[in-house]
């Protein structure tokens, strides 16, 4: 019955569809209703971390190709491709993210009362980000997720064009 399940789920866009998915239907709730939120988003991340070790049943750690590999065209006339696939160090990784988004959604779960909806989404749409960065095979793309991660957590800010210097500042130091 696992391996029916395992040839069933082994394309990976489902991986980083499901926060998507979460952080969409977290828009159509009222911010009043916060409890309904926080489930949401909870179960959105709950069911990408169990949804993450499927890929290790099925890997072949025997060969250093990338495997479970995807490809979209997505920019035709610039010739970018979107190259999706996963190897042994990027497998564990996606797991350890998948495994940590939870947690940071229920360690805020007491205290989120007036930006629940704000958080649970920047926490979705960061796992999405995370997981794409470690799935990308593609050059341009690996350099523009990286660079993406730390957008959602600034564009809670209260002040957009503080978060935005303090981003520029942030990555010029550290460049």
């Not at 991340?45 to 065209?73: G, H």
């Not at 959602?152 to 990555?171: Q, S």
Request: hydrophobic share 50%; with cysteine; net charge positive.
């Amino acid at each position: 019955m696992l391996e029916h399940f395992c040839e069933c789920y082994s394309n990976l866009s489902g991986l980083i569809l499901c926060p998507v998915l979460g952080s969409i239907t977290l828009l159509f709730i009222p911010n009043s209703r916060i409890r309904p939120i926080r489930l949401i988003g909870l179960c959105a991340s709950l069911i990408t971390f169990l949804y993450s070790p499927v890929p290790r049943i099925q890997f072949d750690s025997s060969t250093a190709k990338s495997q479970f590999v995807e490809s979209l065209r997505w920019l035709p006339y610039e010739n970018i491709n979107f190259y999706l696939g996963i190897d042994g160090i990027s497998l564990f990784f996606v797991i350890l993210t998948t495994f940590l988004i939870p947690i940071c959604i229920s360690v805020g779960w007491s205290g989120m009362r007036s930006y629940g909806k704000e958080y649970i989404t920047a926490f979705l749409i960061r796992e999405f980000l995370m997981i794409a960065v470690f799935r990308m095979l593609d050059l341009l793309l690996f350099y523009v997720f990286p660079e993406s991660v730390p957008i959602p957590m600034l564009c809670g800010a209260e002040y957009l064009i503080f978060a935005g210097r303090k981003l520029f500042l942030c990555r010029g130091l550290v460049q």
